[in-house]
């Protein structure tokens, strides 16, 4: 062959001033993990041997890739395999609740290397609250041996509506003190990475499509808890919509209407019925008192007959406004998560009961309706994935690379 | 450079045998319809000079490029640009309505070069209807000067669910003879080329985000005729759901309720209280006699007071489930588009009255929600698009090539 790293360098053309460019494609092919050589990359991208050798080393180089044994000849010396390293970086993670507050560090593969979770009350404001996060972080790298230097990125999710584009909260009714605020910049700037945030559900609907339902092309992630909403993947990747509010259930009117009044104004709203806190309420008023959805998973799970019979109630409400979603968005599969769907099979099959009914046929005919099995972990595991997925995008590699 | 097509062919890999491999995603950047040469080319996409001379002559051979003149030069020889050329081949684009038809030729960047329209009854079934379709498309192609063999595709849209993968009808309430009948498999053994087929309002939300809204990610396409039917694009991508099924508006339950009986057994359907056959019933009630949208567009835009409240109304309906819609997708766009679209403003100002009243004010802050600019073209425009997109696809294009 006789373009090698040498010749390559042409007048005019210094191509090794490229040698980060095209990497990052070549990265995300890569990260399926499977171990492959020279020639099989060659094959697969249609790239020259020469370009793929040169892309290899950039990336062996950057620790992104490393050498993965050698594959079996057919006679000479076994060519090189070389494999994704997700150990190369570490991201972190937090997902902040409402009431509580839950950080990770995970490897480039998703996987969670370290987590500590603290009750913690959003209302303090995002000073005391990204205070708690950082100190957390460094704990955590700590923990596990890294530095900041080894950081790809920061994901966050919060609970209210957040504009992903600059990562700020906007108007968000449970957070006194964040609107408009700049949490990614502030965490840029004590972290020196690049910092992404979201809501609580676009990152639990990620980290549940993650891990469980990688190749389900359109899937509905619904959350019900102190409040209702839902997270939707389009062809495998979230749809935020264009302000990202996209998946906001909690405010669609029930079909058979209702008085009580939401706390957005308007009555009939699906959360006003239906989420963890109107339960607890009107537990309260049949006299077993409840104050969160948490109480009423206690009650459910003791086998309070009518917090069992609320549960399985709110289950069928939330399949009235889901067969709207599944005609006008046709998913393969929901997931119900949040605290409320811990009180075990009664409110999916609430959910199930009337979504199999209302729906139109065609739309339902293969349609799963389960349980989130991913749990407390959604969460961070999907605010890992959320800035994993930006920093190893092909034009973020290139450019860390070159 | 010591990289030619002559000195690539090293032992063991035959280059010249890959030179279709990457010459798809090279077009891919190119269909822009932007003159660039090769230095440009290979800065753009990272990839070496070499590399991209080898694909632009594959490009060449397949009439993909062409040409385009001289960049100016800072001295020596002006290097040569090229640029897409669309017509390189042309795509064979059908919307067939329940009582017309409509078919075009179109060039590789979707311009219409000859266009027929005919009055056809669906009803007629899909061989009276496909032999129709086939025999225009002949006529078509003569008309423009074009055979067989410079076919890129064929995309259809029909008047009912359509399984996109396999292009079958499914269940299709006003196509008797249609459900399931393989129409994909007809027309390519009629044609010789790849046949797409999808329902009539995807293709519509296709052609009308193609021609008008290119840049906007998130688009619903609203059509409102004897139906009521929606598109709904997600990043820049026909959202079709798992089944084929999303954007099913029309048996969405009406808010506010209803008595009358849909043709799908349900009662409260939107479609069964403000599609264009729902108005014309009305009206005749009334005593104002109307059979169709078209009629009551007539009786409309002659002024009939109580055609244009109808219509207002019908728009309002309309709203009141576009409300929940917008809090589901959060779309920057609704077009409205069909056939009573064309009674003037009367319908859209209902739709913008209930969704700018209804929806949460995140998700309408920039929302616009504005008349169908393509009109009768919309679908044949999508159609084409459709396919074309498909069959210019990198690896459609490498394949095609080598």
């Known amino acids: 062959m006789c373009l090698t790293r040498e010749v390559v360098e042409g007048p005019g053309v210094n191509y090794l001033g490229d040698a980060g460019a095209g990497a990052g494609a070549l990265l995300r092919l890569m990260r399926d993990g499977q171990p492959r050589t020279r020639a099989e990359l060659a094959a697969l991208t249609g790239l020259a041997r020469s370009t793929i050798a040169q892309r290899i080393d950039a990336l062996l180089a950057a620790d992104f890739i490393g050498p993965a044994g050698e594959a079996t000849s057919t006679g000479g010396r076994p060519p090189a395999q070389f494999a994704f390293n997700p150990s190369a970086r570490v991201a972190l993670a937090a997902d902040v609740g409402a009431t509580h507050g839950r950080v990770a560090v995970t490897d480039l593969a998703g996987h969670v290397l370290a987590e500590h979770r603290d009750d913690l009350d959003v209302g303090l404001g995002p000073d005391t609250v990204l205070r708690w996060m950082i100190e957390r972080f460094h704990e955590l790298l700590a923990s596990v041996g890294r530095g900041p230097a080894d950081l790809i990125g920061i994901g966050v999710g919060l609970p209210g509506p957040v504009e992903h584009s600059s990562g700020r909260p906007v108007n968000p009714p449970i957070m006194p003190g964040w609107d408009n605020f700049d949490v990614q910049g502030y965490l840029r700037e004590h972290l020196g990475v690049v910092a992404l945030v979201d809501n609580d559900v676009n990152i639990m609907a990620l980290g549940e499509h993650f891990t469980q339902w990688p190749t389900a ?113 046709n998913p393969s599969v929901i997931v119900i998560g949040g605290s409320l769907a811990r009180a075990g099979e009664h409110l999916i099959a609430g959910v199930r009961e009337v979504v199999y009914r209302r729906s139109l046929p065609l739309a339902t005919q293969d349609l799963r309706i389960v ?21 190893l995008a092909p034009a973020h590699v290139d450019a860390l690379i070159s």
Chains 1, 2 share one sequence.
Not at 311 to 329: M, N, P, Y
Not at 372 to 391: C, L
Request: proline residues 1%; hydrophobic residues 45%.
């Open 217 to 329: 092309e359109h899937m509905m992630f619904v959350k019900v808890a102190t409040g209702i909403g839902s997270g939707l993947m389009s062809h495998g990747r979230l749809h935020r919509g264009a302000q990202g509010a996209a998946g906001d259930l909690g405010h669609l009117q029930l079909p058979h209407g209702s008085d009580i009044v939401c706390r957005c104004g308007n009555t009939g709203c699906l959360e006003a019925v239906a989420s963890g806190a109107a339960i607890a309420a009107r537990l309260t008023d049949q006299g077993l008192p409840a104050k969160s959805s948490q109480d009423v998973v206690a009650l459910a799970r003791g086998g309070s007959v009518e917090a069992l019979h609320a549960v399985r109630q709110a289950g069928r409400d939330i399949g009235e406004v889901l067969a709207a979603a599944v005609s006008l968005f």
């Open 371 to 391: 349980q989130s099995r991913t749990g407390d972990r959604a969460g961070i595991i999907g605010a890992a994935v959320m800035v994993i997925d930006h920093a």
